[in-house]
Nanobody, 124 residues
Framework: QEQVVESGGGLVRPGGSLTLSCTGS????????IGWFRQVTGKEREGIAC????????YFEDSVKARFTISRDNVKNTVWLQMTSLTPEDTAVYYC?????????????????WGQGTQVTVSS
């Protein structure tokens, strides 16, 4: 079964950092652009970060642009979302997905494989 698996979520204090991982299982991530999304309970899922398939250029939504970075390692078949200066507003379920292309605001389009999500809670 082709899927992506997120990990690394948890509870972190405001101002803290957390790194999420997205690993391909049965799917080779090198063939895809990869996006990170998050969803707050009761709200729509939003795209926040995206890394392109070939040149690894990255794009971010404005609210995370100065705080989050995204990187990928083709050998490890993994993409990471490094999150710093976290605030309670970053509390959400975070998902990664494979897809076709990234928009300049960090949203991945043409999505295919989705993970099950990992919970990030920012609270003191």
């Amino acid at each position: 079964q082709e899927q992506v698996v997120e990990s690394g979520g948890g509870l972190v204090r405001p101002g803290g950092s957390l790194t999420l991982s997205c690993t391909g299982s049965g799917v080779t991530l090198t063939g895809w652009s990869i996006g990170w999304f998050r969803q707050v309970t009761g709200k729509e899922r939003e795209g926040i970060a995206c890394v392109r398939r070939l040149d690894h250029l990255t794009y971010f939504e404005d609210s995370v642009k100065a705080r989050f970075t995204i990187s990928r390692d083709n050998v490890k078949n993994t993409v990471w979302l490094q999150m710093t200066s976290l605030t309670p507003e970053d509390t959400a379920v975070y998902y990664c997905a494979t897809g076709a292309f990234c928009s300049e605001n960090g949203t991945l389009y043409g999505t295919d494989h989705w993970g099950q999500g990992t919970q990030v809670t920012v609270s003191s």
